[in-house]
């Protein structure tokens, strides 16, 4: 994944711009049929060339040239396994040596060498010895999610598809098939929303069939509700304006449209109201300004809709309810003093709200800030000292977020530097992310401290993938096929801890006597963690068996040992909680 990589030609076969002796081929059955293909990314945006890869589990490289970077994007069986962009701020060497993954030093050495192993970088310094391929899995990939965020996001350049290509040797799944692409278009600004919707964004829409089912795709709580407002023919933006989630509703018609689950029709003629006044278009007796206090003349009874029905009484004036949709009722002395009644309006339909004190608005400024935490660890990104507590981590973020948040510029600022904001909000976002989560925190801890080792980069990804797959074993209490997942898995990569922590653990829960099964597994787990003390699972399992077996004080024990290096870790906390229940 890393800048510059030198890449492997495609096996040959047919080349077709998008006409051949039997009429026109397009993207979709370029794809379904691997032939080679290349085209405008104005007419096939690049979640679409995605999600037809996906759906027809091709096999091959999709280069991408944009105007700010050229990139690639490799896929085997429809699921990414690797991205690689040339752009200066998505160089993996400098982000490796920013997160103190490698040493200048060794760096500098790696790129010589990397060459004679076909131009990898990530396996050139995992030959070398100077970069832990297993401590540093979790950074590469979200490299490569990087990467796939500006991928999509480009609305303008040229693609290409390459069926067969080969991929780089260090290359690994990046995420599920549909989960990750659902990811990519969270990451993508409002703004770049808008441009890639074009004119869908004003068009009707409705839900239709396509070659992926929509339970298929990974949408969140909040993306599926959004999901189910197109069940009526209207426009993205009028859907929209009257939600509070704003974002989510255009990002969810965006990716619903480019995987063809929504269909779009003709121009919805119907006004949009602003968000700040959308409230006047559902209330009939509103007064244009719904706001201000009403007098006592009954003349000033004009309305923000003409044709409501006028009040019984001309001579009382209404005032303001509690229920901004409830019409308004007369006052029972319309001669008294009157008293402003607070109403409560409907969520705004564009959050956040913009802070008093106006954010930077010097470019220059903005693009220094962001250069420095691109390339930086979180810690760095969010301005806190690693040893910083959650709440000093959460006041930095927040901070930083009504600073740096696209929305909190004026709305005159210009749209380039209305980007730049947005890639440095994108950046702090990421951190908190990290940060933000005890178990993922610690997980960057163990990365920036961690000690390099010579390994097999292809073996150590593999056995990660093995991994996530014997977890979920485990979660559905298929012991057996978790055990053979575990131990292939240690069998790529003996050196990892965690693999003994779980296989101990599957150990013990499958032992008819679990006295000698516990005394077993917990001289496992003691071992492993001896030689990696930053793993929660341990102290996880270690309480659980000593809770199994009586021993309440040995499980507590356990317990809070986890939590003193992952405090937030949300099964320690759960597990100390019911303890003595």
């Not at 192993?117 to 030959?127: H, S, Y």
């Not at 007796?285 to 706001?291: F, G, H, I, M, R």
């Not at 012991?479 to 997942?485: E, P, R």
């Amino acid at each position: 994944m890393s800048q510059g990589e030198e890449r492997s030609g495609p096996s040959p076969g047919p080349h077709l711009n998008g006409a051949g002796a039997a009429g026109k081929i397009d993207a979709a059955a370029a794809f379904a049929a691997g032939l080679r293909q290349q085209g405008q990314l104005q007419a096939d945006a690049p979640i679409r060339l995605w999600y037809l890869a996906a759906a027809a589990q091709a096999t091959g490289e999709l280069a991408l040239g944009t105007p700010g970077a050229r990139l690639r994007v490799h896929f085997r069986r429809g699921v990414v396994e690797h991205a690689v962009s040339d752009a200066p701020e998505d160089d993996l060497g400098r982000l490796l040596v920013a997160r103190r993954a490698v040493t200048p030093v060794a760096l500098a050495a790696a790129e010589l060498s990397r060459a004679a192993g076909g131009g990898d970088l990530v396996a050139a310094l995992v030959r070398s010895g100077a970069l832990d391929a297993g401590a540093s899995f979790r950074l590469l990939q979200e490299h490569g999610l990087a990467v796939l965020a500006r991928a999509v996001a480009a609305g303008s350049g040229t693609w290409e598809w390459l069926p067969g290509a080969a991929t780089s040797p260090s290359a690994f799944q990046l995420g599920g098939r549909w989960g990750l692409l659902c990811e990519a278009v969270r990451r993508l600004e409002g703004a770049a929303v808008r441009a890639l919707l074009g004119d869908r964004l004003h068009r009707k829409a409705q839900r239709c069939g396509g070659r992926v089912a929509l339970l298929e795709l990974k949408l969140t709580a909040l993306e599926a509700r959004a999901a189910a407002l197109f069940a009526s023919r209207a426009s993205p933006a009028r859907l929209a304006a009257s939600s509070p989630d704003f974002d989510t509703v255009l990002r969810v018609a965006l990716l619903l449209g480019e995987t063809e689950l929504l269909a779009f029709g003709e121009v919805d003629g119907g006004e949009i109201a602003p968000a700040a006044t959308a409230t006047a278009s559902r209330t009939p007796t509103s007064t244009t300004n719904p706001t201000a206090t009403r007098t006592a003349n009954p003349t000033a009874t004009a309305t923000a809709n003409p044709t409501s029905t006028s009040t019984a009484n001309p001579t009382r004036t209404p005032t303001a309810t509690a229920n901004p949709t409830a019409t308004s009722t007369p006052t029972a002395n319309p001669t008294a003093p009157r008293t402003p009644t607070s109403a409560h309006s409907p969520p705004p339909a564009r959050p956040p709200p913009r802070p008093a004190a106006p954010p930077p608005s010097d470019a220059r400024a903005l693009q220094a800030f962001h250069q420095k935490i691109s390339g930086a660890d979180h810690f760095i990104a969010l301005g806190v000292a690693r040893d910083a507590t959650p709440a000093q981590v959460k006041a930095a973020y927040f901070q930083l977020a009504r600073t740096y948040h696209p929305d909190a510029a004026p709305m005159t600022e210009p749209e380039e530097l209305r980007r730049l904001r947005g890639r440095v909000f994108g950046r702090i976002s990421e951190a908190w992310a990290v940060l933000g989560d005890a178990a993922k925190r610690a997980q960057h801890l163990a990365e920036l401290t961690g000690k390099a080792g010579a390994v097999d980069v292809s073996a150590i990804f593999k056995a990660e993938e093995v991994f996530r797959v014997a977890v979920a074993h485990v979660r559905a209490r298929q012991y057996d096929k978790a055990l053979q997942a575990l131990a292939e898995a240690t069998s790529l990569n003996a050196d990892e801890a965690e693999f003994s922590i779980w296989k101990a653990w599957v150990g013990f829960l499958m032992g008819a006597d679990k006295k000698s099964a516990h005394a077993a597994s917990a001289a496992v787990i003691d071992a492993a963690l001896a030689k990696n003390p930053r793993c929660p699972a341990g102290y996880l399992f270690l309480g659980r068996m000593a809770k199994f077996l009586g021993e309440l004080d040995r499980a507590e024990r356990s317990l809070k040992a986890g939590l003193a290096i992952a405090p937030r870790d949300e099964e320690l906390v759960r597990e100390l909680r019911y303890l003595r229940k």
